[in-house]
C-alpha cells in the first residue's frame, strides 16, 4: 500500500492494527472479533475504494462498547491524516442511498471542524450481537477524530440490518465524493 496510514492502539482493553490507504485497490482484511462489525468495515471500505487491513482484539467478555469505539478511534484518526494529504478536494460529498425498502442519507463536510448527528431509529436492540446504540456511538467517534461533519438521516427503513449497512454505504459513498481532486479552493480562509 502507498500512501498508506498505519497506526496502533494497545490499552487495558483493545489491542489494535490498522493500516489504511484512502486511495486504494480495495484490498481489505479486516478481523475485530465481530463477524457483523467486520461486515458493516468492509462495506465502507470497499464501496469507499480504501485498501483497508484491521486486525484487532477487545474485552468482548465485557461488552462491545470498547473495541468498536476503539476502532473508530484509529480509524478516524487515520482517516484525518489521509484526508489531510490530498491536497484540494471537493470537500462536500453526500448520498441519497436505498437499500431494499430502506432510504437513508449521509452527508459530510471534509473540512477539519468535528461534527456528528446521527438518525437511526432502529427497532431492535441488538444486531449481529452487538447493541444498535454502538452504531451511533461508532459514527460520532469515527468523525470526531476525522475532523469532519457527518450527518445521517434516515428517511425511512423496514430492516435493521439494512439501515446499519446502508449508513456505512453511504458514509463510503460520500467519503468518496467529497475526496476528489478540486481545481479550487474551497474554503474562504484559504484552507481547510
Given at each position: 500500500?502507498?500512501?498508506?496510514?498505519?497506526?496502533?492502539?494497545?490499552?487495558?482493553?483493545?489491542?489494535?492494527?490498522?493500516?489504511?490507504?484512502?486511495?486504494?485497490?480495495?484490498?481489505?482484511?479486516?478481523?475485530?472479533g465481530?463477524?457483523f462489525?467486520?461486515?458493516?468495515?468492509?462495506?465502507?471500505?470497499?464501496?469507499a475504494?480504501?485498501?483497508?487491513?484491521?486486525?484487532?482484539?477487545?474485552?468482548?467478555?465485557?461488552?462491545?462498547?470498547?473495541?468498536?469505539?476503539?476502532?473508530?478511534?484509529?480509524?478516524?484518526?487515520?482517516?484525518?491524516?489521509?484526508?489531510?494529504?490530498?491536497?484540494n478536494?471537493?470537500?462536500?460529498?453526500?448520498?441519497?442511498l436505498?437499500?431494499d425498502?430502506s432510504?437513508?442519507?449521509?452527508?459530510?463536510?471534509?473540512?477539519?471542524?468535528?461534527y456528528?448527528?446521527?438518525d437511526?431509529?432502529?427497532?431492535?436492540?441488538?444486531?449481529?450481537?452487538?447493541?444498535?446504540?454502538?452504531w451511533k456511538h461508532?459514527?460520532?467517534?469515527?468523525?470526531?477524530?476525522?475532523?469532519?461533519?457527518?450527518?445521517?438521516?434516515?428517511?425511512?427503513?423496514?430492516?435493521?440490518?439494512?439501515?446499519?449497512?446502508?449508513?456505512?454505504?453511504?458514509?463510503?459513498?460520500?467519503?468518496?465524493?467529497?475526496?476528489?481532486?478540486?481545481?479550487?479552493?474551497?474554503?474562504?480562509?484559504?484552507?481547510?
Amino acid at each position: 500500500m502507498s500512501n498508506t496510514i498505519t497506526l496502533s492502539r494497545e490499552t487495558k482493553e483493545t489491542t489494535i492494527e490498522l493500516a489504511l490507504n484512502i486511495n486504494g485497490q480495495q484490498q481489505v482484511s479486516i478481523d475485530t472479533g465481530l463477524p457483523f462489525f467486520d461486515h458493516m468495515l468492509n462495506q465502507l471500505a470497499t464501496h469507499a475504494g480504501w485498501d483497508l487491513k484491521l486486525k484487532s482484539k477487545g474485552d468482548l467478555e465485557v461488552d462491545d462498547h470498547h473495541l468498536i469505539e476503539d476502532v473508530a478511534i484509529c480509524l478516524g484518526q487515520a482517516f484525518n491524516q489521509a484526508w489531510r494529504q490530498q491536497g484540494n478536494i471537493v470537500r462536500y460529498g453526500q448520498r441519497l442511498l436505498p437499500m431494499d425498502a430502506s432510504l437513508l442519507m449521509v452527508a459530510v463536510d471534509v473540512c477539519g471542524r468535528a461534527y456528528a448527528i446521527t438518525d437511526l431509529p432502529f427497532s431492535r436492540e441488538s444486531l449481529g450481537g452487538i447493541g444498535t446504540e454502538m452504531w451511533k456511538h461508532f459514527f460520532y467517534t469515527f468523525a470526531i477524530n476525522s475532523a469532519i461533519t457527518l450527518h445521517i438521516k434516515t428517511e425511512y427503513f423496514d430492516n435493521n440490518h439494512h439501515l446499519v449497512e446502508a449508513s456505512f454505504k453511504g458514509l463510503a459513498f460520500a467519503l468518496r465524493e467529497a475526496l476528489q481532486v478540486s481545481e479550487r479552493n474551497n474554503s474562504t480562509k484559504g484552507v481547510l
